[in-house]
């Protein structure tokens, strides 16, 4: 697609329940990442993959957040036992390996709420 | 620890008037610098990059940004701010690993 695209754009669910976030990159970009946008921490990383490799989870703030990614392209995000201190914007971005080329691109993320 | 710095949380500016936002870096080595914006529930724009070479780099929306080892800085700059440039800023720099550590942004005001 011509940028990366995320769904939903924006969740509200209740606590305890588990959540799932979508991200596709752009196609061609071998690398993906997850970050997290929260008013209080910023911009964090949680996870990169890149290839077939094994990903790089040491973002990732507990064992309820898991992500994959599925033939190289679209990756999934979830969140299991949701509290309130998720509620957060979740944002995707995509890269070439050589980030000299586009740098990365970002998605327009998912705003999750936990009620 | 590898970190970035934004020092001004927010800062206005008259339209036509020129504009620059500050970015400090720490790490071992030069990392890849990045300049993001962030228009009010959009995700990030890339607007430029330093990767090596040339410490002038020219950008997207008539913005440009310097490089400055001995300084461990990377300024943002627009000589004529337009209404449209009201968002929030972010500097990001990458080191090894592919991941970027942000600076806590600068939000931008721009006054008729």
């Known amino acids: 697609g011509a940028g990366v695209s995320q769904s939903p754009s924006n969740k509200v669910t209740e606590k305890g329940k588990d959540v799932e976030l979508r991200c596709d990159p752009i196609?061609?970009?071998?690398?993906l990442y997850w970050y997290r946008q929260s008013l209080g921490q910023g911009l964090e990383f949680l996870i990169y993959f890149q290839g077939n490799s094994a990903p790089d989870k040491s973002g990732l703030p507990s064992d309820r957040f898991s992500a994959e990614r599925t033939g190289g392209s679209v990756s999934t995000l979830t969140i299991q036992r949701t509290q309130q201190e998720d509620s957060a914007v979740y944002l995707c971005?995509?890269?070439?390996?050589?980030?000299?080329?586009?740098?990365?691109?970002f998605g327009s993320g998912t705003r999750l709420t936990v009620v | 620890a590898q970190s970035v710095t934004q020092p001004d949380i927010h800062i206005t500016v008259s339209e036509g008037a020129s504009l620059e936002l500050r970015c400090n870096y720490s790490y071992g080595a030069t990392p890849y610098l990045f300049w993001y914006v962030q228009s009010p529930g959009q995700g990030l724009q890339l607007l430029l990059k330093y990767f090596s070479g040339d410490t002038l780099v020219q950008g997207i929306k008539g913005f440009e940004a310097e490089f400055k080892r001995s300084q461990s800085s990377f300024n943002l700059r627009k000589p004529s701010v337009h209404w449209s440039d009201a968002a929030e800023y972010f500097c990001a720099g990458e080191a090894a690993g592919n991941k970027l550590t942000f600076g806590g942004g600068t939000r931008v005001l721009v006054k008729p």
């Open positions: 196609s061609g970009h071998t690398a």
């Open positions: 971005a995509s890269s070439y390996p050589d980030r000299g080329r586009d740098g990365y691109t």
